[in-house]
């Protein structure tokens, strides 16, 4: 099982979508400061996460939110939270 996950930036409000098979612990090394690039803007709060069976559906699925198409799409997700 694997999961795409938006998390938000409880310093400066700016999201993050990520991949991994175990959000807790992903969440964890984000707010320790062991992810490059948020080490920046910890601490975050996790406000959304969607299962896939496969990691290729989680990554094409991560690929597009981060796009600037998906961009909308994660817009309107944020939005109805």
């Known amino acids: 099982m694997y999961f795409i996950y938006i998390l938000e930036s409880l ?3 700016n999201h ?4 991994t ?11 320790s400061g ?19 069976q ?3 559906e989680a990554r094409e699925r991560e690929k597009y939110l981060k796009s600037y198409s998906g961009s ?5 997700i944020l939005e109805a939270l």
């Not at 098979?21 to 707010?31: F, P």
């Not at 062991?34 to 896939?52: A, D, G, I, N, Q």
Request: aromatic share 14%.
């Open 11 to 13: 310093k400066d409000s």
């Open 16 to 19: 993050y979508v990520g991949l």
């Open 21 to 31: 098979s175990d959000v807790d612990k992903r969440l964890k090394y984000h707010n």
């Open 34 to 52: 062991y992810v490059k690039s948020t080490k920046h803007r910890m601490s975050f709060k996790l406000v959304y996460k969607e299962k896939y």
């Open 54 to 56: 496969t990691r290729l």
């Open 72 to 76: 909308k799409e994660k817009l309107s």
